[in-house]
């Protein structure tokens, strides 16, 4: 479903500041395939992220889709078939438009925006019916400005915009960072029930090694632009925090670096 | 008096169209479009030179429309295509318009006393329909027959005209493009990741809001009975002056509520201004600084207040506070007093 081939990605080139982000990596993902992605900071993995949503654009190397190869295609084309959700709860709905405003938006997604109304009585219907399965109870504040919604509440919403319309690739950065443990808590359990739901093929970026080991079928971990490791589906089962940071001591000969990546 | 309320009202009324323009760039599209001072001559260029050369003036009002579009989807491309900041590209555009706007006219004004322009032919319908004088004959009963208006057909198809472009710009923004312009004033990066191209919406809102303000352009020059080339300076102040007292006046709930808001500020400045320039050491020469000060005052006051409306409502709990603890110690006193 999500195929890199051979991406490489510098940033400030020919500068004292030049920094090699993205070092030759290939990854493959099947349709289906949930992959946690862990690393400390500067890893590369949010770089990765905007190469395969098409907000950078690999220096080498190819993005394929579905099959269709997407490297230099624009950020809002590849957007019908990629649904992302920012670890900023602010940043992934329109805070001065209603709740029904922001899913019109999104469920305009994968079709040509139109002159038609955005929210009709027939989509509300719809919208009404998959807030529910939020457990939230947004499904009664339709009318709602986002601004008035709390950040766990308005990242559940990012979650079911970037999801309801079941997108090739769902792309999801630290989505739980931002937010107090029970609502990441909350998020979590949603991504969880969300993509066995849909079959989405999922990557997802985070911190939390207990977060990265619960979820998903597949995990990589990733150092200086590199993936370091690729755990497969029968290793992960058996996969623990102590393991994991075991083994990047022994492929990088060094503790990891983050304090956070460990504490989280 | 009544002559040059109904004047201001009238003004208003036309003038509304422009400020709804602005409102889609400065609020809706969070764009400070600059470029309104050029596309208001340039409706009324393109419209004077047409009627002056005989053409149709309905016509000639429509086609400004479009003139302003062009002019808007100028800036828009300047911005996103070239990537140059907001307010510079609007600034860049508004200078070339002022040659432009000259090209068009040919000299620096036309006047149109004359001719047929589209409000001519509405206020002589108006005056053989009868309509005129059934509203004047009113007017009279109340004893204001000494300032009877010239004509009720400006005003009266102004009205019709200025709220159906608020429905349609109601609607519009509920559409599923209109809604996309909306999100990328409110969260562009978000709406990209909705597939959304923002840089064409950027230039289709710029170019619908510039096709308003050259619309009124072209009214405001057939009421006025010419185009010249320096009646957009300021143009953009008296729009942002007009969204501004709209929505402190009168709520900004809705998109419907707003627009709506947007048409009685644009009718409160102008009656402000008129007020403002019967003053007797005021000329209007002054009429910018009177703007100037309309838009400071309506930018602080409601914060002003907001904020001596919070002090006296802290104030008034203290007070209470300080009532039940001394009520309360008044009343342990006395059941001492009792005991002992």
């Known amino acids: ?264 | 008096m009544f002559t040059a309320i109904f004047g201001s009202f009238e003004a208003g009324i036309i003038y509304a169209i422009m400020a709804l323009g602005v409102y889609l760039s400065f609020r809706i599209l969070d764009f400070p479009d600059l470029t309104v001072d050029g596309s208001f001559v340039t409706g009324a260029a393109v419209t004077a030179v047409m009627i002056a050369n005989g053409a149709n003036p309905f016509l000639a009002t429509i086609l400004a429309l479009f003139a302003g579009f062009a002019a808007g989807c100028m800036t828009g491309l300047l911005h996103t295509f070239g990537k140059i900041n907001n307010l510079l590209s609007g600034i860049l555009m508004m200078i070339a318009l002022y040659s432009i706007n000259l090209r068009i006219m040919g000299r620096s004004n036309i006047p149109l006393l004359n001719t047929d322009t589209a409000f001519t032919k509405i206020r002589s319908v108006f005056e053989e329909t009868g309509i005129d004088s059934f509203f004047n004959g009113f007017l009279s009963m109340v004893g204001l027959s000494d300032s009877l208006p010239e004509t009720w057909g400006i005003l009266i198809v102004m009205i019709i005209v200025t709220l159906m472009i608020k429905f349609i710009t109601d609607w519009f923004l509920q559409t599923e493009i209109g809604l996309a312009i909306r999100a990328t004033g409110d969260n562009k990066r978000m709406i990209r990741s909705l597939s959304a191209n923002t840089n064409i919406l950027v230039v289709l809102g710029l170019g619908l809001s510039n096709a308003l303000v050259a619309f009124s352009g072209a009214l405001i020059a057939q009421q006025g009975g010419f185009a010249d080339v320096g009646m957009g300076i300021g143009m953009i102040v008296i729009g942002l002056a007009s969204v501004i007292i709209g929505e402190a006046l009168f709520g900004t709930k809705t998109i419907a509520r707003t627009t709506l808001a947007v048409i009685g500020g644009s009718i409160i400045y102008r009656i402000v201004v008129t007020l403002a320039l019967r003053v007797e050491f005021l000329d209007p020469g002054d009429m910018k600084l009177i703007t100037a000060i309309i838009v400071i005052i309506a930018l602080t006051t409601p914060k002003i207040i907001e904020g001596s409306k919070e002090r006296r409502r802290k104030t008034q709990k203290r007070m209470n506070m300080i009532q039940a603890t001394a009520q309360t110690k008044g009343e342990n006193h006395a059941a001492l007093k009792s005991n002992s």
């Open chain 1, 1 to 264: 479903m999500l195929h890199l081939n051979q991406i490489h990605k510098i940033f400030n080139e020919g500068t004292p500041d030049e920094k090699i982000a993205i070092d030759q990596v290939n990854l493959t993902l099947k349709p289906g395939d949930f992959v946690t992605v862990i690393g400390s900071n500067g890893a590369g993995k949010s770089t990765l992220m905007n190469i395969i949503s098409g907000v950078l654009v690999p220096d080498v190397g190819e993005v394929q889709i579905a099959g269709k190869d997407v490297t230099s295609m624009s950020e809002f084309k590849r957007s019908k078939m990629i649904g992302r959700v920012f670890q900023d709860p602010m940043a992934g709905t329109a805070p001065s438009m209603t709740i029904e405003e922001n899913l019109a938006m999104a469920y305009a997604r994968n079709k040509t925006r139109t002159l038609r109304r955005g929210v009709t009585k027939k989509r509300k219907e719809y919208f009404r019916e998959v807030l529910e399965t939020l457990h939230l109870g947004l499904e009664n504040r339709l009318n709602a400005k986002v601004g008035l919604l709390s950040g766990g509440e308005r990242q559940a919403l990012s979650l079911l915009m970037a999801t309801f319309t079941e997108p090739s690739i769902l792309l999801l950065d630290e989505h739980t960072a931002a937010l107090d443990p029970s609502r990441a808590e909350l998020i979590t359990n949603l991504t969880k029930e969300i993509v066995a739901k849909y079959q989405l093929t999922t990557l997802m970026v985070t911190h939390n090694m207990q977060q990265a080991i619960d979820l998903g079928n597949r995990l990589i971990m990733m150092d200086k632009g590199q993936i370091i490791l690729e755990v497969n589906e029968e290793q992960k089962k058996q996969l623990s925090i102590e393991g994991l940071l075991a083994e990047f001591k022994r492929i990088r000969g060094t503790q990891m670096a983050s304090d956070r990546a460990i504490l989280a």
